[in-house]
């Protein structure tokens, strides 16, 4: 490959990957073609791309962003596959590729990269299991609003009591019933 193309190429591997924040590294070697199709419109309708690499050219793309670290995972024959939205994170691509892996058996993980953190292969299924950004705020926003809920349950507790004492009265005078004196 010529000086020019590789330059060309590096730089397509840059706009395409240089602003994703973590992605998946896996191998697709050995997957049949239609397979390869139904696998990257699977991924493509739940905002992922997958984008075989050179590794060297990718080496070079990624250098100084955030992807970095991942580049000691690219040996043999890789492939990218990161989100494409800003709604979709790394575990979902994980959760996703878990889930292509049990139909596609060469599918091959190489390893992950989230928050500058490398996952190894072995790690995969483990990074598919954490909370996504938006899961993970919510628990959080639960966890704040759980003791405020059980707060304002024990303040109005007394006060729906008295209410349906008071009820409870009103409808017995509205009745005409006599109302006894607890002793």
């Known amino acids: ?32 073609a239609n397979q390869n199709n139904e696998l990257r419109g699977a991924l493509n309708e739940k905002g992922i791309k997958i984008t075989v690499v ?20 690219l040996t043999g024959a890789c492939a990218f596959v990161y989100p494409t939205g800003e709604d979709v994170s790394v575990v979902n691509v994980a959760r996703e590729l878990i889930e292509q892996a049990k139909t596609l058996e060469k599918l091959e993980f190489k ?12 790690q995969i299924e ?24 059980n707060l304002v349950g024990a303040i ?5 009591k008295i209410a349906s004492i008071v009820k409870a009265v009103e409808e017995k005078l509205e009745n005409g ?3 006894k004196k607890a002793g």
């Open 1 to 32: 490959m010529s000086k020019p193309v590789k330059n060309l190429v590096t730089k397509q591997y840059a706009e395409a990957i240089g602003d994703v924040s973590g992605a998946v590294v896996i191998d697709i070697r050995g997957i049949e």
């Open 54 to 73: 050179k590794n060297s050219l990718a080496k070079r793309a990624i250098s100084g962003t955030t992807l970095e670290p991942i580049g000691e995972l």
């Open 111 to 122: 390893g992950a990269l989230l928050e500058g953190i490398v996952f190894q292969p072995d």
């Open 126 to 149: 483990a990074l598919s299991k954490y909370p996504t950004r938006e899961e993970a705020q919510a628990q959080v926003v639960q966890l704040i609003l759980s003791p405020a809920q």
């Open 156 to 160: 109005l507790g007394p006060g729906r």
């Open 177 to 179: 019933e006599e109302i």
